[in-house]
């Protein structure tokens, strides 16, 4: 693998610009001058584009909900990566081409936000269809407040529309509304996404913190590339503790080979703080329902000791991958 060119300075995420994607790029990067926020269309495009292109450095992705739960999608685009057959091989340990090299926290505060000005929560009784956009994570986070607004106005349909990203909710509101179907005055579009987001496009806050949960937060993953050999000052609001993400997969109806690896873990002392699955299929033998196991663990990178743990867990594992030792988020513990 040749190393890139990459100078460093360009970050992307899923776009357009004002997503809480964008917010936690700058949350990691921020502090770093001459840095270059670049959106992209998808998370797949996301990790296509910082694999296949050396002018792009790192990637900001969504890898968990503190209400939703995983980004399945995102999970799912490194399983697809480990089990790629083009990756790097040692032992039983698969090296793909993207490592992590940190994580953020960030506070997910909806709003129901109007594209043009004047529009108020009791004035939407007046409209005989409203249409609601927003990013299909997002309607499990406002499932509550969707029924007291559709409650509050009884002769009003309500569609809700998905769209890519909560920025890009904001445009098509815009766009949506000034279509002929809109000019009539009974249809109105709005959007739910960050406060952000409606200052950017110069669009108008009907309600705010519309979150059915207070705290809401996702965490994201920052990527690079294995090759670049890239190592930004990290942002201050990081712990000496580190977090590690293993993937793995297990020989085939083997009893007790998912507990033999976790014990690998506890004789080593390494507290496990999060464990999950997802399927695969084409595995041993091409049988379906076959599943890869994620852990995260933490780890003391004063402490040399992973050495040995990787070589009993590359004995126990048909495959394993670790996608990264990172410093641990102190927005973590909050």
Known sequence: MTESTSNGNTVIFLGPKGTYSHQAALQQFGHLEGMDFTPAKSIPACFDTLETDPSVSYAAVPLENSTNGQVVFCYDLLRDRMLDESCAVEGHRIIPQLEIIGEQYVAITHCLISPIE??????????????????????????????????????????????????????????????????????????????????????????TAINDRL?????????????????????????NMHVNLLMFTLELDDPGSLVDVLTVLKEHKLNMSSISSRPYNGGQNGRKWQYIFYIEYDSDPAVNRMDAFYREINDKCVKWCLWGSFPRNQRYYQ
């Open 118 to 207: 004047g529009v108020s929560l009791d004035s939407l009784a007046s409209y005989k269809l409203v249409r609601v956009y927003s990013h299909p994570q997002v309607w499990g986070q406002v499932s509550k407040y969707m029924a007291q607004l559709k409650a509050r106005c009884p002769e009003t349909k309500f569609e809700t529309i998905d769209s890519s990203s909560t920025s890009d909710a904001v445009l098509k509101a815009i766009e949506r509304q000034q279509t002929e179907d809109s000019a009539a005055g009974d249809t109105l579009n709005l959007a739910i996404a960050g406060e952000v987001a409606a200052h950017l496009y110069n669009a108008f806050l009907v309600d």
């Open 215 to 239: 705290g809401n937060t996702t965490r994201f993953l920052i990527l690079k590339r294995v090759a670049d050999k890239l190592s930004p000052a990290p942002p201050a609001n990081v712990s």
